[in-house]
C-alpha cells in the first residue's frame, strides 16, 4: 500500500515560451552589412555591376543576349539594392504585423532561385559568344559568380525558413521545466 500523501505517478510538465521583440521605429543599422545575408546582398550588387559594365562597354551591347543579360544584371541590383534599403533602415521590422517569414522570406527565397536561373541563361549565352568578345567573356564571369551567390542567400533562406526565423528582430525562446517526483506504489 502506498503511503498517504504521497502520489504513485510520476509527472513532468514541460513549457516552452517565445517571446519575439522587435523595434517598430525606421532607423539606420549599418550593422546588417556585417551580416552574412548583408554581405551576399552587397557581393550581388557588385557583381551585377560589373558585369552590366562589360556588356555596356563592348562593341555590340545591342545584341539580345547583351540586352538579356543587362535586365537580369540591372533587375537584380535594384531589387537587390531595395531589399538591402529595407533592411538597413528595418523597414521590414517596422512592419511586423505582416508575416514577413511567410512574405518576406519565402518571396526573397523565390526572388534568390530565379534570378540564380536567369543569371545562369544569361550568362551562359554571354559565355557562348566570349571568343568573339572579350568584355562578354569578363561579363559572364561576373555573372555566373553572381549566379552562385545568389544560389548561396537562397539556401540560407530556405534553411531559415524551415527553421522558422524571423526576417528582423529578435526571438526569444524560454523552456520552463518542472518535474514532480512522487514515490511509486509497491
Not at 523595434?23 to 555591376?49: C, E, H, Q, W
Not at 559568344?129 to 562578354?136: K, M, V
Request: proline letters at 3%; charged letters at 10%; aromatic letters at 18%.
Amino acid at each position: 500500500m502506498a503511503e498517504t500523501g504521497f502520489p504513485g505517478t510520476y509527472s513532468t510538465t514541460t513549457v516552452t515560451q517565445t517571446a519575439t521583440t522587435v523595434t517598430t521605429n525606421i532607423r539606420f543599422d549599418p550593422s546588417y552589412i556585417r551580416t552574412i545575408p548583408g554581405m551576399l546582398k552587397i557581393a550581388i550588387m557588385v557583381l551585377n555591376i560589373l558585369g552590366f559594365i562589360c556588356v555596356m562597354v563592348s562593341e555590340v551591347n545591342w545584341h539580345s543576349r547583351a540586352n538579356w543579360f543587362n535586365f537580369c544584371a540591372m533587375g537584380g541590383f535594384w531589387i537587390t539594392g531595395i531589399l538591402l534599403a529595407f533592411y538597413l533602415f528595418h523597414v521590414i521590422e517596422k512592419l511586423y504585423f505582416v508575416p514577413w517569414i511567410m512574405v518576406v522570406s519565402t518571396t526573397e527565397m523565390g526572388y534568390c532561385g530565379l534570378w540564380c536561373f536567369f543569371m545562369l541563361t544569361a550568362s551562359a549565352a554571354c559565355a557562348a559568344q566570349g571568343s568573339l568578345f572579350e568584355a562578354w567573356a569578363a561579363a559572364s564571369f561576373f555573372g555566373f559568380i553572381s549566379m552562385i551567390v545568389y544560389g548561396v542567400d537562397a539556401f540560407f533562406k530556405f534553411k531559415g525558413w524551415r527553421a522558422g526565423e524571423i526576417a528582423q528582430g529578435e526571438r526569444v525562446r524560454s523552456v520552463q521545466k518542472s518535474e514532480t517526483v512522487g514515490t511509486p506504489a509497491y
